[in-house]
Structure formats: structure tokens, C-alpha cells
């Protein structure tokens, strides 16, 4: 691949955090589902969650606007939340 092919290339702005020791996954329903083996979720018009049951989530091309709503959204699955979440 030559320098101008990797211009072309779409980016996707990723985001991993650490929000609790554990999400309750069952409880979250049928909501906006993409898949289930990583559960993913959408978010917004192009953004993608995928979220583990041991307390992570991670963000694929998900404003910051909008990922306060989501996270704010999954507070009542998450158990023992972190006190301060973990970002990677």
C-alpha cells in the first residue's frame, strides 16, 4: 500500500472505558441491537457500542455529546461502578 492509497481510507475514532466490575447485559432488552456475540448496540447515525459483561464498553465513532447520553443510559446495569471510569 502506497502513501496515497492510506489517505483514502476512512477513520474510525475508537474509544474503550471501563464504567464497572460488571453489566447485567439480560436487562438491557432488545434495544438497537447490531449483534450479540460482542453485544453491539447503535449510537447516533453512524456510531457503533459494543458492550462486555464485565464492565466495558467501547465506542466506535461516537461524539462525546452523545456518549454521555449512553453511558448515562447503561448506569442501571452496571454493577459496583467505578469510581473513576477508565479510558483507553
Given at each position: 500500500?502506497?502513501?496515497?492509497?492510506?489517505?483514502?481510507?476512512?477513520?474510525?475514532?475508537a474509544r474503550?472505558?471501563?464504567?464497572?466490575?460488571?453489566?447485567?447485559?439480560?436487562?438491557?432488552?432488545?434495544?438497537?441491537?447490531?449483534?450479540?456475540?460482542?453485544?453491539?448496540?447503535?449510537?447516533?447515525?453512524?456510531?457503533?457500542?459494543?458492550?462486555?459483561?464485565?464492565?466495558?464498553?467501547?465506542?466506535?465513532?461516537?461524539?462525546?455529546?452523545?456518549?454521555?447520553?449512553?453511558i448515562a443510559?447503561?448506569?442501571?446495569?452496571?454493577?459496583?461502578?467505578?469510581?473513576?471510569?477508565?479510558?483507553?
Amino acid at each position: 500500500m502506497n502513501a496515497t492509497s492510506k489517505s483514502t481510507l476512512p477513520t474510525v475514532k475508537a474509544r474503550g472505558r471501563l464504567i464497572g466490575k460488571q453489566l447485567d447485559l439480560r436487562s438491557l432488552g432488545q434495544a438497537k441491537r447490531i449483534a450479540v456475540q460482542s453485544l453491539t448496540l447503535s449510537s447516533g447515525e453512524k456510531g457503533l457500542a459494543v458492550l462486555f459483561r464485565y464492565g466495558a464498553v467501547v465506542l466506535f465513532d461516537v461524539p462525546v455529546e452523545q456518549e454521555a447520553e449512553l453511558i448515562a443510559s447503561l448506569t442501571p446495569l452496571v454493577r459496583e461502578s467505578v469510581a473513576r471510569m477508565e479510558t483507553e
